[in-house]
């Protein structure tokens, strides 16, 4: 979690009673969105390491990672993962059975209204390196660009589908989602937000999964 030094990791060692501060894991005042991954796999080269991966603002706003084989006592240096001068956000480690690391993140093309890439980097030697793979998702849409198209702003306090429910709630509309089955969570939420509050609109989805939703 966030710490005045920059990102700190608290240990409970008695059932979550206490949460006693353990170390930083990096100095800095711009670091943000941080999530962590542990190797629980007994068989892997890696077993018990941990990772975390964030966006570092104050670094020319790239993803950052860094490990620990101590339990989380020290920490690796940060190590760059996206390209330097794009726009990124968010930070997704995860550990493979195998001990291979995965970390995801969100690049605009450009920031906020442009479409969206989804990168991933792979490390197979426990962090010490990364590799980018293939996108799994390129040029997806945006869904501030939708809103924008719109004429709808984002509100303060509100979800962007929470903001698009209202504007759309007495309206007579119809909505195509296109390829649903690459954003199948986000596009099942946006579509019940939107069918919950208006009566009035029509929603043509095309997916090779379908969406769940009780008005399919």
């Known amino acids: 979690a966030l710490h005045s030094s920059g990102l700190g990791v608290w240990r409970s060692i008695d059932d979550c009673l206490n949460f006693p501060f353990l170390a930083v894991i ?3 005042g711009s670091d943000d969105k941080e999530l962590m991954a542990v190797d629980n796999n007994p068989a892997s080269p890696f077993y018990g ?5 964030w966006t570092d603002f104050g670094s020319g706003a790239r993803i950052y990672s860094t490990f620990s084989s101590n339990a989380g006592a ?8 996206s390209a330097a001068g794009v ?3 968010g930070a997704w480690p995860t550990v493979g059975p195998n001990g291979d690391v995965w970390v995801a993140w969100v690049r605009w093309n450009p920031w906020p209204s442009g479409p969206m890439d989804v990168e991933v980097a792979r490390s197979t030697n426990g962090a010490a390196s990364y590799a980018l793979v293939a ?6 849409g945006n869904p501030q660009a939708a809103a924008t198209a719109m004429g709808v702003r984002e509100e303060p306090g509100s979800t962007l589908n929470e903001t698009l ?13 296109d390829n649903c089955e690459h954003l199948l969570p986000a596009c099942v939420a946006l579509a019940e937000a939107l069918l919950d509050a208006a009566p009035e609109l029509r929603l043509l989805a095309t997916s090779r999964e379908g969406l769940g939703v009780r008005w399919e």
């Open 87 to 89: 726009d990124v956000q």
């Open 74 to 81: 020290t920490w690796s240096a940060q190590l760059a993962l």
């Open 26 to 28: 990096h100095s800095g």
């Open 49 to 53: 390491r941990l990772y975390v991966a």
């Open 135 to 140: 996108n799994p998702m390129t040029g997806g």
């Open 165 to 177: 429910a209202r504007h759309l709630a007495e309206q007579r509309a119809l909505i195509v989602l």
